[in-house]
């Protein structure tokens, strides 16, 4: 269990920025509360809807924008280049420097979802969608974020580049919420299959695979151009 | 069991159309410290970088305890401490959380004494971005020293310390040294060469150019006279000398004279006969050194 080691540090270098503390931790809390407060006081968006947007930002946030950021960081401080000559084997640094952000968007949607449930006329009709939805969402988030960083040269340039992903996520999920439902082509885009999943909670009639399958094809494809592209020292 | 801890044979390392190595050959037994040396860009980091298992070899063969370190990475790394060129260090995380991270990650368990074995111990508490340059090796240093590894690999180990630190660190490396482990030392520091190194390996362009102890490869080079000739002697030539002649002027009257030279000792009697009555000044006799190797040899 050497990795866990990897994992506290990542942690506590993750609540020791300022930065992240506010974009990966408190942003998403803040704005799912947002949406939540505004689908109860509007009378539109409430339920699955806001449970899929709530998970898509937090999805956005933490596991996406925070950990290109942290990537890039590392990559930039030498701390990647050096992982790669430790004990550890690949697959293993990969998790350990993803966990925190994946325990945290456990963390953040546990909370987010029991507010939606309490708040909501009615809370879900089955859990077991919401769970399968962080848990497909998670890895898509994470993938996207090591291919996104494999472009992003400095943690700076993070704000700029995780702009096209924060958009096929969250974009993704308001396109479902305005159609009439999902079709495959639409699922291409990240946030539609996990709004998808999350939606299916509120709805026991809704079927779970095709976006399930949609979520793991797209894990898939940024996994293997993460592999392709992803560089774990800096460029010179 | 082979003393042979670290060896390389005809290692080729190619970074695309440029060949950083190019047929490179050594070994380093236990208790023995081989000094890499060369230009920059003569390739020694991407040797170093070839023995941790960082980068694979476009040709030839590395062993490190036997194993090859591209493919038994995890296994090899709890034998052999590394200090990289660049440190690698996240700069949030303390001193202590660094160590104990890097060790562990090394597969070791912590070693709460390797800071203080480096002067490190009353820093423990303080983020690694406000350390100076010379701690963050010293801190690299204790990294690499940690678990008493069976190889060592250090990557200009004692850049930026001061000279209280880096004589500290030669006592540790020597301490290590002669408790058997096999040292590969890169260094442009001549000093160090000459403090620390069994034997040499000089590379230029990523070839060996000289290999040995440092008087095998200084063997037969020529030695250095200088001297200061009265001022009445500068217009009247010197002898016939077995080595080259070269003048100087000085701030004062006389002048600098300077003979580099396979045979000192007939040299500096025929200038001695040359320079009487009045005789030579200042004479200084230098044998041949490995700083002298290391300027004669162009990028």
């Known amino acids: ?61 933490a596991p996406f924008a925070g950990a290109t950021t942290a990537l890039a960081a590392r ?55 919401l769970v399968v939805a962080v848990a497909a969402g998670v890895p898509l988030a994470g993938a996207l974020a090591f291919a996104t960083a494999a472009g992003t040269p400095a943690p700076e340039l993070a704000q700029l ?23 495959w082509p639409m699922r291409l885009a990240p946030g539609v299959p996990v709004a998808e999943l999350a939606r299916a909670a509120w709805s026991p009639a809704a079927p779970v695979w095709p976006a399930l399958t949609a979520v793991a094809v797209l894990t898939a494809a940024a996994v293997g151009f993460a592999d392709l592209v992803f560089r774990w020292e800096p460029r010179r | 069991m082979t003393d042979n ?29 081989l000094c890499l040396l060369g230009t920059n860009g003569a390739g020694k980091t991407t040797v170093l970088d070839v023995l941790r298992g960082h980068r694979r070899p476009t040709g030839g063969a590395v062993r ?21 060129q660049d440190p690698g260090f996240a700069g949030a995380l303390t001193v202590a959380e660094t160590c104990e991270l890097w060790v562990r990650l090394r597969g070791l368990r912590p070693d709460a004494g390797a800071p203080a074995e480096v002067g490190l111990d009353h820093r423990l508490t303080v983020p690694v971005r406000q350390l100076s340059g010379g701690e963050r090796r010293r801190l690299d240093l204790a990294i690499a020293l940690a678990g008493h590894p069976a190889a060592l690999l250090l990557d200009e180990p004692t850049a930026g310390l001061d000279p209280q630190s880096r004589e500290r660190a030669w006592e540790l490396i020597r301490a290590r040294c002669a408790a058997g482990a096999a040292v590969l030392l890169t260094t442009h520091a001549l000093d160090e060469v ?61 002048a600098e004279l300077t003979v580099t030279t396979p045979a000192p000792a007939a040299d500096l009697d025929a200038l001695r006969a040359w320079a009487a009555p009045a005789g030579l000044a200042r004479v200084a006799v230098t044998p041949p050194s490995v700083g002298d190797l290391l300027r004669e040899v162009p990028a």
């Open chain 1, 161 to 183: 580049t995780t702009v096209p992903g924060f958009l096929a996520l969250f974009g993704g999920g308001m396109w479902l919420l305005d159609a009439a439902g999902p079709t």
């Open chain 2, 194 to 254: 000459e403090a620390l190194a069994d034997r040499i390996v000089l590379l230029r362009a990523g070839r060996v150019v000289a290999a040995g102890t440092p008087a095998e490869v200084t063997a037969g080079r020529p030695h250095r006279i200088v001297c200061a000739v009265p001022a009445r002697l500068r217009d009247r030539p010197p002898p016939a000398l077995a080595g080259a002649v070269a003048w100087r002027a000085t701030a004062g009257p006389g």
């Open chain 2, 5 to 33: 801890v670290l060896t390389a044979r005809d290692l080729r390392c190619r970074y695309g159309a440029f060949e950083a190595v190019r047929g490179a050959g050594f070994t380093v037994r236990r208790g023995e410290l």
């Open chain 1, 1 to 61: 269990m050497t990795w866990l080691i990897l994992v506290r540090a990542e942690l506590l270098l993750l609540l020791r920025s300022p930065l992240a503390v506010v974009n990966a931790v408190l942003s998403p809390l803040l704005f799912g509360v947002g949406w939540l407060w505004l689908a109860e006081s509007t009378g539109r968006g409430a339920g699955g809807d806001a449970a899929a947007i709530q998970l898509l930002l937090l999805l956005g946030f």
């Open chain 1, 75 to 129: 990559r930039s401080d030498l701390v990647l280049k050096r992982l790669r000559t430790c004990a550890l084997p690949g697959a293993a640094v990969v998790a350990g420097l993803m966990a925190p952000f994946a325990l945290l968007a456990v963390v953040q949607s546990a909370v987010l979802f029991g507010l939606t449930a309490a708040a909501g006329d009615a809370p879900p009709a089955r859990w077991w969608p």
């Open chain 2, 64 to 84: 490190v305890l036997g194993l090859d370190p591209a493919r038994h990475r995890r296994r090899l790394a709890p034998a052999v401490g590394v200090v990289p």
